[in-house]
C-alpha cells in the first residue's frame, strides 16, 4: 500500500532508540525525509547508519538536544522550520512509590512528557495551518486510562497529552490537519529490557514476560510484549494522507490491555 508520504518531512521526538526509532525508520522507508532527536549525538549517529544501512536512499537529520527545555525546542524549530508530520514520541517512566516523588520529579515528567509535544505543536502547527496540511500525533499509553499505582506521575502525564491531543484536533477542525494520540501497551523497547534486566535478578526476558502477564497485567488479550514495529506500523498510518478521517482520536495499541468496548 502506497501511503503517500513521500517527500514529506517528520519530525519524530525521542527518537535515537526505543518507539520513537521505529517509528522514524518506518516513515523514512516510506520515503518521508526523517528528522530523528535524541541527548547523545553518537546514539543519533548509530541511528541514521542503521536507517541508512537498511535503506540508502533515505533522507535522514539528526538534532541533539533535550527537548524538555524550551531553548532546545526553539533551536530545533530554527533549524528545521518546515515540518509536515510531528510524532511526539519522547517520554520516560519512572515506577516510584506515590509518597516518595517530590515536586521536582513531578515538574521533571511534565517537562518531558508533556511540555516538549506542547512546545513542538505550537512551533509547527503555524506551517501546517499554512499549507493546511499536517498530521501531529502524541505517543501517549495505556497508561493514560488505566494509572499504573506504581508510576502514578507517569500515568498522569500520559493523560495529560490525551487532553492536548483533543484540544488540538479541536482547535483544527475543518482543515486538513489531524491530531491522534496512539496509547501502547507494554512494548519491548531497548528502556523496557534495561529496566527488567535491572529489577529481574537475572531472570531472563521470557520468564519475566510470562509472569508479567499473569500478575501485573492480567487483562492482556496477546499476553506478551508488543515490538516497537507493531506500534510503528499504527503511527505510520496514522501520518499517512489515507488516515485523513481520523482525528482526535485516543488510538490503542495495547494488545487488549485496557477492557473496554471503545
Not at 518531512?9 to 521505529?22: E, R, T
Not at 498530521?135 to 505517543?139: C, H, K, L, Q, V
Given at each position: 500500500m502506497d501511503l503517500q508520504i513521500a517527500g514529506k518531512?517528520?519530525?519524530?521526538?525521542?527518537?535515537?532508540?526505543?518507539?520513537?526509532?521505529?517509528i522514524a525508520k518506518t516513515l523514512a522507508a516510506e520515503g518521508a525525509h526523517v528528522v530523528i532527536n535524541g541527548r547523545s549525538e553518537d546514539k543519533l549517529a548509530a541511528a541514521k547508519q542503521i536507517i541508512l544501512t537498511e535503506h540508502p536512499k533515505a533522507h535522514v537529520a539528526c538534532f541533539a538536544g533535550d527537548l524538555s527545555n524550551s531553548?532546545?525546542?526553539?533551536?530545533?524549530?530554527s533549524e528545521h522550520p518546515k515540518i509536515d508530520i510531528l510524532v511526539n514520541a519522547l517520554g520516560i517512566f519512572e515506577p516510584k512509590d506515590f509518597l516518595d516523588i517530590p515536586d521536582e520529579d513531578w515538574e521533571r515528567f511534565f517537562n518531558v512528557n508533556v511540555l516538549s509535544g506542547v512546545r513542538l505543536s505550537r512551533a509547527y502547527l503555524p506551517y501546517m495551518q499554512?499549507?493546511?496540511w499536517g498530521?501531529?500525533?502524541?505517543?501517549s499509553s495505556e497508561s493514560a486510562v488505566q494509572i499504573p499505582q506504581e508510576m502514578i506521575h507517569y500515568g498522569t502525564t500520559k493523560t495529560a497529552q490525551l487532553a492536548v491531543s483533543r484540544g488540538l484536533a479541536e482547535t483544527c477542525a475543518g482543515t486538513g490537519i489531524t491530531v491522534n494520540?496512539?496509547?501502547p501497551g507494554p512494548t519491548r523497547s531497548e528502556g523496557v529490557v534495561e529496566f527488567v534486566d535491572q529489577i529481574s535478578g537475572g531472570q531472563n526476558f521470557e520468564e519475566f514476560e510470562k509472569e508479567?502477564?499473569?500478575s501485573?497485567?492480567?487483562?492482556?488479550?496477546?499476553?506478551?510484549?508488543?515490538d516497537v514495529q507493531e506500534v510503528a506500523?499504527?503511527?505510520t498510518y496514522l501520518c499517512s494522507p489515507l488516515a485523513s478521517a481520523t482525528t482526535g482520536s485516543a488510538i490503542r495499541v495495547d494488545g487488549g490491555v485496557v477492557k473496554a468496548c471503545v
Open positions: 518531512k517528520a519530525l519524530i521526538s525521542g527518537s535515537s532508540q526505543g518507539i520513537g526509532f521505529a531553548d532546545a525546542c526553539n533551536q530545533l524549530a499554512e499549507k493546511d498530521r501531529i500525533i502524541f505517543i494520540a496512539v496509547l508479567f502477564f499473569q501485573v497485567r492480567p487483562s492482556s488479550l496477546i499476553k506478551r510484549f508488543a506500523n499504527m503511527v
